[in-house]
């Protein structure tokens, strides 16, 4: 690693720590909503959500609309008609800039969804739970800093969930 890069690293990692502080009392403070709705003014893209696998099916359980802030809950999917299915293949986190052009799924060509950002959430054994995903169905451009912070955020918000049941 050069060192402008490893200066640039070091230079991340302050500005990390304060959104994940900002995003632990978000979610401490004002609840999942608010919290989702922090990360998504961080990215281009419109919805943030939190996914649970349930079988076949995708649930959500929570979700940040840009257009409709209002909205705290999306619609549930087959889960193999989602890109968060292929997050667990993907080592935990994946990036799609433009999922009809993607030839790592050529059977996602006619989703919706277009950009995708989403990481793993887990739980404390180790098992899938679901996914904490940014996504929108025109193509963003992705944002370096958004896997770091949503691979960050992923376990405060499996344990907020445990909370909430």
Request: aromatic share 8%; hydrophobic share 40%; glycine share 8%.
């Amino acid at each position: 690693m050069t060192r402008q890069r490893r200066g640039a690293v070091r230079a991340t990692i302050p500005a990390m720590t304060a959104e994940l502080t900002e995003f632990q009392r978000m979610l401490a403070t004002e609840g999942l909503h608010a919290a989702l709705r922090y990360l998504n003014r961080r990215t281009p893209h419109r919805f943030t959500g939190v996914y649970r696998y349930d079988g076949e099916m995708l649930r959500n359980l929570a979700m940040f609309d840009k257009f409709t802030p209002e909205l705290l809950r999306g619609d549930d999917a087959p889960l193999a008609q989602t890109f968060c299915a292929n997050v667990q293949g993907a080592g935990g986190t994946l990036e799609v800039l433009d999922g009809s052009s993607d030839e790592r799924f050529p059977w996602m060509a006619t989703n919706p969804v277009i950009s995708y950002c989403g990481v793993e959430i887990s739980e404390i054994d180790g098992r899938p739970f679901g996914t904490l995903c940014h996504f929108d169905t025109r193509r963003c451009q992705q944002r370096v800093s958004d896997i770091p912070l949503l691979t960050a955020a992923a376990p405060l918000i499996r344990q907020a969930l445990r909370q909430m049941a």
